[in-house]
């Protein structure tokens, strides 16, 4: 009978369907308005240190840097550079607060480079109209205090029109990234320093249509480089029109490996890097335009990945935060916009999407996100009038 009893009850239990009710879907709550910093023309980004937010660009073709506090009252600012023209393009900040920022500016006097294009800039970067170009030959870092006092300055001149996409930091130096013109077209390049600012010698990447966006410095001495490339990188050659790029490089500045992000007859491109191989950038293929976020091994496989309707670009925060303009639903959010609108997405490790917060309509670009212990999670955006900062924390 018990036996019996037991094949009754597992046919019930096969028979009667379980119930799974449907995951809930996130509610996307609205970032409020920090401060505005400027205008676009003369901001190029901002970085934190401490409850300072430190903003920097280049304003009557000179690179400056200024701090202010999170009501938009200005703390200090100083001009970085008084060349003729000049340009503070990208920044970070190291364990100590102190603040490196990355630019270009004119060779120095007496040093003659050869003629070569204007570089392509392929990512329509704002460069001051009154800036001219084609004297930015040196790759220049500021290290500046807390404070606002000027540590110290660096050049490492080279033959080539040139523009600083990004700059990272550890206790053992800073490594600037970029995209140089050639005489073939626009190279992507890495150089790095020590902590005392030294530049050691560039690393060019590609020669005819390569681009570096964002680099990661790795406890091991090594260096991950992220952009795109339409040309062969260490013998991998390009699969779509454009392909995205990791690109890992040695103590030594040898490439060691590349792997490519493909999309078949469209172009791709990785933005943004987190320390944490969080990657953002965008895919452009059949006359549709997305976002791709991909969270990467330290061996550049892919974990987890998302693509999002938008115009393009993103930007990635921290370990588990991607940033952009969201121009269409997506699933797991209550979430249509009518209009292009910045989105900022929260993951967990396993890439479930655990918060959503969004930023008004009416701006063009999405610039960075920055998380602070002092002042939180803040998002930049860019629109055709102003660079301004927007906070999901309530204040």
């Given at each position: 009978?018990?036996?019996?009893?037991?094949?009754?009850l597992?046919?019930?239990?096969?028979?009667?369907?379980?119930?799974?009710?449907?995951?809930?879907?996130?509610?996307?709550?609205?970032?409020?308005?920090?401060?505005?910093?400027?205008?676009?023309?003369?901001?190029?980004?901002?970085?934190?240190?401490?409850?300072?937010?430190?903003?920097?660009?280049?304003?009557?073709?000179?690179?400056?840097?200024?701090?202010?506090?999170?009501?938009?009252?200005e703390?200090?600012?100083?001009?970085?550079?008084?060349s003729?023209?000049?340009?503070?393009?990208?920044?970070?900040?190291?364990?100590?607060?102190?603040?490196?920022?990355?630019?270009?500016?004119?060779?120095a006097?007496?040093?003659?480079?050869?003629?070569?294009?204007?570089?392509?800039?392929?990512?329509?970067?704002?460069?001051?109209?009154n800036?001219?170009?084609?004297?930015?030959?040196?790759?220049?870092?500021?290290?500046?205090?807390?404070?606002?006092?000027?540590?110290?300055?660096?050049?490492?001149?080279?033959?080539?029109?040139?523009?600083?996409?990004?700059?990272?930091?550890?206790?053992?130096?800073?490594?600037?990234?970029?995209?140089?013109?050639?005489?073939?077209?626009?190279?992507?390049?890495?150089?790095?320093?020590?902590n005392?600012?030294?530049?050691?010698?560039?690393?060019?990447?590609?020669?005819?249509?390569?681009?570096?966006?964002?680099?990661?410095?790795?406890?091991?001495?090594?260096?991950?480089?992220?952009?795109?490339?339409?040309?062969?990188?260490?013998?991998?050659?390009?699969?779509?029109?454009?392909?995205?790029?990791?690109?890992?490089?040695?103590?030594?500045?040898?490439?060691?490996?590349?792997?490519?992000?493909?999309?078949?007859k469209?172009?791709?491109?990785?933005?943004?890097?987190?320390?944490?191989?969080?990657?953002?950038?965008?895919?452009?293929?059949?006359?549709?335009?997305?976002?791709?976020?991909?969270?990467?091994?330290?061996?550049?496989?892919?974990?987890?990945?998302?693509?999002?309707?938008?115009?393009?670009?993103?930007?990635?925060?921290?370990?588990?935060?991607?940033?952009?303009?969201?121009?269409?639903?997506?699933?797991q959010?209550?979430?249509?916009?009518?209009?292009?609108?910045?989105?900022?997405?929260?993951?967990?490790s396993?890439?479930?999407?655990?918060?959503?917060?969004?930023?008004?309509?009416?701006?063009?670009?999405?610039?960075?996100?920055?998380?602070?212990?002092e002042?939180?999670?803040?998002?930049?955006?860019?629109?055709?009038e102003?660079?301004?900062?927007?906070?999901?924390?309530?204040?």
């Open positions: 009978m018990k036996r019996l009893l037991s094949f009754v597992l046919a019930t239990l096969l028979a009667t369907p379980v119930a799974h009710s449907a995951p809930k879907k996130i509610a996307v709550k609205p970032m409020q308005l920090l401060t505005t910093i400027g205008t676009p023309e003369e901001v190029s980004g901002a970085v934190v240190s401490g409850k300072s937010i430190i903003v920097f660009g280049s304003k009557a073709s000179k690179a400056y840097a200024r701090a202010i506090d999170a009501t938009g009252k703390l200090w600012n100083l001009p970085l550079d008084q003729a023209a000049s340009i503070a393009t990208a920044a970070a900040v190291d364990i100590a607060g102190d603040i490196w920022i990355a630019g270009a500016t004119p060779m006097m007496g040093l003659t480079p050869p003629t070569t294009a204007t570089p392509l800039n392929p990512d329509n970067a704002v460069i001051p109209p800036v001219f170009v084609g004297d930015l030959h040196a790759v220049t870092i500021w290290k500046i205090s807390a404070a606002g006092s000027l540590i110290l300055t660096n050049t490492l001149p080279t033959s080539y029109v040139l523009f600083p996409t990004a700059i990272a930091v550890d206790k053992s130096g800073a490594s600037v990234v970029g995209i140089m013109a050639t005489e073939k077209g626009n190279a992507g390049f890495l150089a790095n320093t020590d005392a600012g030294v530049f050691s010698k560039l690393l060019q990447l590609g020669t005819v249509s390569t681009t570096a966006e964002s680099v990661v410095r790795h406890s091991d001495g090594t260096f991950t480089v992220t952009g795109s490339s339409s040309e062969t990188l260490a013998g991998k050659k390009v699969t779509g029109i454009t392909d995205g790029v990791l690109v890992k490089v040695s103590k030594t500045l040898k490439i060691t490996s590349v792997v490519r992000s493909s999309v078949a469209g172009k791709r491109n990785w933005n943004s890097a987190s320390n944490s191989l969080l990657l953002s950038g965008e895919v452009t293929a059949a006359g549709k335009t997305e976002t791709a976020v991909t969270k990467f091994s330290n061996t550049f496989a892919p974990t987890w990945t998302y693509r999002f309707t938008s115009t393009g670009l993103g930007v990635s925060g921290s370990a588990n935060q991607a940033f952009f303009i969201s121009t269409g639903a997506i699933t959010l209550i979430w249509s916009p009518k209009a292009p609108t910045p989105l900022l997405l929260t993951f967990d396993k890439g479930l999407i655990t918060a959503a917060n969004s930023a008004p309509t009416g701006q063009s670009e999405v610039l960075s996100v920055l998380n602070s212990k002042l939180g999670v803040l998002a930049l955006t860019s629109s055709a102003a660079v301004s900062i927007f906070t999901p924390n309530p204040r």
